[in-house]
């Protein structure tokens, strides 16, 4: 096992700061760093200019060259050495720019990442970390706003985790980077500069496990399930609903595989109702496997069927209409109504 | 350093128009040479027939292999040839499900397999087992993966050989971030660095991740041996598939060495790679070796290769055994004589039968092998899913409480 994250106490400088899910990560990743020299990152732009979202911003200059690799522009290279890395003994972090990108690295992913402690009856530990930014409503041109998760969550020997708000965002970086597991960080792109979610974050304390799902807010009348950027989402339509009396909780998944789902099992013991959100087409998503898992252990409980709130079975459109796309507060309570009416 | 040919434009009647046109019966014969003769560019220190070359370039690779260590070479050969002969049989008997036969590439595995040194990492494809028998892993652990018991259970860092990679090209990235974490850890620079080699077929190179393997290892210098087996077919897909050039000369583009040797040549396999590994381990990586070789059956014993390949060319490279000319070289130079050949086939074939022996008497894995290591942390999930299967299984009577 590796070491576990450790917190910050010792250090002079306040413990707690008010961050930005991007700035979180950027000092998540700073931390790690710090506390194991074997953690490198690697990814296209992400020396000099910090990312494309700025998030490894600062790194190379503090860290050097060799720690954080400005590398050749190519995902499987990225991934398939970060493979070989981490055989040598290494903590890679591959940064890629965008979701849509990943494809051309998902053979290494899906081939060596995940297979090799596997193959090896655990002789070979792959600790890797792979940082995807994901999902719209950033206004982008094609392949930059897809949510492909599921596609990683499928595969045995990966785990796959979102975060969802700047604390997470600082722990749950240095977490997945600290797990002997190869891990996919997916990043919620549109809210890494969002003021609105600007939170503390209390460097001292110490972190709740990775692979668990947290509820974010309790209520009695039906239970939202989502992760990554559709939990703000959610607790936006939680706060309508309170307004119309209604009183939604919300469960924040965080961790997609494993999935962790004894607190929404719990919940829908109590609410009979649960409305799963997310930005990712329905078909054969981790919505999908939400709604079996709860069907098979929740049955007697449940007072109306799950319901998906998701993408479309498009391609992502083009952004003009993304809005139409895109789980948004008023399709969630749509949800909502039609679950209550049942 | 070896000093590839300038490229030139192709001659008029030779260029891609000249190709589409139906090949006259030079052009056949020519095609035919191409695919069994490595040009004037071949470096070979030991003819067909076992006579010595001399090479200014790579004999002082080699000063140290006596009439004793060129006999070493020869056993290795015979050893592995005759392991891979039964395995290949025991396959047909149906005790495999599947063998990769390495016959007529024994040359360059062992002479590229004994190059290497303790300190150094294999990242092998699925058809080193020359290669892993030169890193002192016991034949009968591959087994496991052809009688389908494993994945290939070696222990990868004490022999320096990575498991088998089977997705064609993978590896090489795989070896390319290992090479670049020894650079990092400040592992090369001198007479004793630490090198690693990355082995891949002809079809292999025309796989995204090898031209990877090739930009990554080139912008970050890493100690890397590319040691493409070009064993003239990728299945039924002959090397003009794969390339318009000879693949040795692709290196130049990348801004690194690349090398032609015989790959039938188990002297100049040992030198060529001893030589790129010195480059590798002083600094100066990555070199890319070609090694020109045949694939004397088929690709695996799913494949027929008489649909698609002329047995005039099998006889050709008969004629170029690795083993044969070793033989003959030691024999005339008074190195070995017929009872040391005697004993060596006979030592081979008691390899082959406790090879045989072995494989037969391999357990079954357990059923809860199914669910062990699929991640290095404990997952509840799967725990409750083994316990579910198990529990499932043990509600089965035993032939003895029927």
């Not at chain 1, 965008?98 to 690295?105: Q, S």
């Not at chain 2, 033989?327 to 086939?345: C, K, M, V």
Request: overall charge negative; glycine content about 8%.
């Amino acid at each position: 096992m590796a070491a576990p994250v450790k917190s910050r106490q010792d250090e002079s400088v306040s413990a707690v700061q008010t961050l930005t899910i991007g700035k979180a990560l950027n000092l998540g990743l700073r931390a790690a760093m710090e506390a194991d020299d074997k953690v490198l990152i690697l990814g296209e732009d992400v020396g000099k200019l910090g990312g494309v979202f700025r998030i490894t911003d600062g790194l190379q200059k503090d860290f050097g060259e060799q720690r954080v690799l400005d590398t050749p522009l190519a995902e499987s290279g990225i991934i398939g050495t970060a493979v070989g890395l981490a055989v040598r003994g290494f903590r890679p972090v591959c940064e890629i720019q965008f979701e849509g990108f990943i494809f051309p690295g998902f053979d290494q992913i899906s081939s060596q990442l995940a297979k090799l402690h596997y193959r090896t009856q655990g002789r070979i530990k792959v600790p890797v970390v792979v940082r995807v930014p994901y999902g719209g409503g950033i206004g982008a041109v094609e392949h930059h706003s897809e949510s492909p998760e599921s596609l990683f969550a499928h595969i045995p020997g990966l785990k796959v985790v979102s975060c969802s708000n700047p604390a997470d965002a600082y722990w749950m970086i240095q977490q997945a980077i600290a797990s002997d597991d190869p891990v996919l960080f997916f990043e919620p792109k549109r809210l890494y500069h969002n003021g609105q979610l600007k939170s503390e974050v209390d460097t001292s304390t110490t972190p709740g496990p990775l692979f668990a799902s947290r509820v974010l807010r309790e209520g009695t009348d039906a239970t939202l399930v989502a992760y990554g950027p559709s939990v703000k989402v959610c607790l936006d339509a939680a706060a309508a609903a309170q307004e119309e009396g209604r009183s939604l909780e919300v469960i924040d998944l965080r961790t997609l595989s494993p999935l962790d789902l004894g607190p929404v099992f719990e919940s829908v013991r109590r609410t009979g109702r649960l409305i799963s959100v997310s930005e990712a087409s329905a078909e054969s998503s981790i919505s999908s496997e939400i709604a079996a898992r709860v069907q098979q252990e929740c049955f007697y409980s449940l007072e109306a069927p799950v319901l998906r709130v998701t993408g479309f079975d498009t391609p992502y459109p083009p952004s003009k209409l993304e809005e139409h796309f895109l789980p948004d507060l008023d399709r969630v309570l749509h949800a909502v109504d039609r679950s209550l009416g049942w | 350093m070896s000093s590839p040919e300038q490229w030139t434009h192709p001659e008029p009647g030779e260029g891609p128009a000249a190709r589409a046109a139906q090949p006259s019966p030079e052009q056949v014969i020519a095609g035919l040479r191409a695919t069994t003769e490595g040009g004037a560019e071949l470096t070979q220190l030991l003819t067909p027939e076992g006579e010595r070359v001399a090479s200014p370039q790579f004999d002082r690779y080699v000063a140290d292999i006596d009439g004793e260590a060129l006999r070493g070479l020869y056993r290795d050969m015979v050893l592995v040839r005759r392991a891979d002969r039964e395995a290949n049989a025991m396959q047909r008997q149906g005790q495999l499900g599947i063998w990769v036969p390495l016959l007529g590439q024994e040359a360059a595995q062992i002479g590229s397999g004994r190059a290497l040194r303790k300190q150094d990492m294999a990242f092998p494809s699925y058809r080193e087992h020359g290669v892993a028998y030169a890193r002192g892993i016991d034949f009968r652990e591959l087994m496991g993966i052809f009688r389908c018991t494993d994945h290939g259970n070696w222990d990868f860092k004490a022999h320096g050989f990575h498991p088998y990679t089977i997705v064609i090209g993978n590896q090489v990235l795989n070896a390319t971030g290992y090479a670049m974490g020894q650079k990092f850890e400040g592992k090369v620079g001198d007479e004793d660095g630490e090198a690693t080699i990355v082995y891949f077929g002809d079809g292999a190179t025309s796989q995204g991740d090898v031209h990877e393997g090739f930009v990554w290892s080139a912008v970050y210098d890493a100690p890397l041996v590319f040691f493409c087996q070009n064993n003239q077919w990728a299945i039924s897909e002959p090397t003009e598939r794969q390339s318009r050039l000879p693949l040795y000369q692709r290196a130049r583009g990348y801004g690194f060495p690349g090398i032609r040797v015989d790959g039938n040549d188990v002297l100049a396999c040992l030198a060529v790679t001893r030589w790129a590994l010195d480059e590798c381990r002083h600094g100066n990586g990555p070199v890319l070796i070609e090694a020109f070789t045949y694939r004397m059956d088929a690709h695996t014993t799913t494949d027929d290769p008489t649909r698609y390949r002329l047995s005039d060319e099998l006889e050709a490279w008969k004629l170029k055994d690795p083993i044969e000319r070793v033989r003959a070289y030691l024999a005339r130079n008074g190195h070995a004589d017929q009872p040391y050949f005697d004993r060596i086939q006979a030592e081979a074939d008691q390899f082959a039968a406790d090879l045989r022996e072995f494989t037969f008497n391999m357990p079954e894995p357990p059923p809860e092998r199914v669910f062990a290591n699929v991640y290095a942390e404990p997952s509840a999930a799967l725990d409750a899913q083994r316990e579910e299967y198990l529990a499932y299984l043990s509600g089965f009577a035993t032939a003895g409480e029927r």
